[in-house]
């Protein structure tokens, strides 16, 4: 059975600070998904991972996927106040379309 | 496109009531899913259809949960009779094949 852990689960940073959230996953998958959520607001797709390597960036947003290890991270470069929000790390089993939500992390960025 | 459109964006009711949530995919998406999310355990799939047809509904709590999709355009989620614990934020998303998943809105439902 596929489960999605990330860590941690909660992080308040000072603005111009870099970071990283982690995500492993505990059995193969055949896709990582990155998502962010504002308080009251819906799921907004960031990356999709397809390989081992991958690595996407966007803005101060870099995520990487190491399918050996298991371990997906969202890197967080140089922090601005705007990218406070939870954000959520979900695998895809090779076997149907169900995707396995990590809990999420809410990032808190301090100006 | 205008995205996947869900309605009511809220709803408060009385428990015992039955509840329709809506759900309107992107154009050309074939598969469609319900989840739901709440503090104490997160985002739960409920269901997710493939060509209007149910494939998992392994996620549905109970009896009191249905879901249907008539057409490629539309899918409702229908709570009967709603219960307090079903106080949660439902979500709507699509997919194409080997693309992105795109959430709705949400529904906030309160049952009190």
């Known amino acids: 059975e596929l489960k999605v852990e990330q860590n941690p689960l909660f992080l308040s940073m000072q603005e111009g600070k870099n970071y990283t959230i982690y995500c492993n996953y505990s059995t193969t998958s055949d896709r990582l998904y990155w998502y962010r959520q504002d308080p009251g607001k819906s799921l907004e797709s960031l990356f999709v991972?397809?390989?081992n390597g991958a690595v996407k960036q966007e803005g101060r947003l870099m995520a990487s996927l190491d399918t050996k290890a298991r371990l997906s991270t969202l890197h967080i470069t140089a922090a601005v106040h705007d990218l406070s929000a939870t954000y959520f790390c979900?695998?895809?089993?090779?076997?149907?379309?169900?995707?396995?939500w990590g809990a999420g992390t809410k990032l808190i960025i301090k100006p | 496109d205008a995205g996947v459109i869900q309605s009511p964006r809220h709803e408060v009711t009385e428990m015992g009531q039955e509840v329709t949530l809506r759900c309107k995919p992107i154009s050309g998406h074939d598969y469609l899913f319900w989840y739901r999310q709440t503090m104490m355990r997160g985002l739960e799939l409920l269901i997710y259809?493939?060509?209007?047809?149910?494939?998992?509904d392994s996620g549905m709590p109970e009896d009191r949960f249905s879901a249907k999709m008539p057409n490629a355009s539309f899918s409702t989620l229908k709570i009967q009779p709603s219960e307090p614990r079903d106080s949660a934020v439902y979500f709507c998303a699509s997919r194409q094949d080997d693309a992105v998943y795109t959430f709705g809105s949400g529904t906030r439902l309160t049952v009190v």
């Open positions: 979900a695998a895809q089993p090779y076997s149907n379309y169900q995707l396995i």
């Open positions: 259809f493939n060509n209007n047809v149910p494939i998992d």
């Open positions: 991972l397809l390989s």
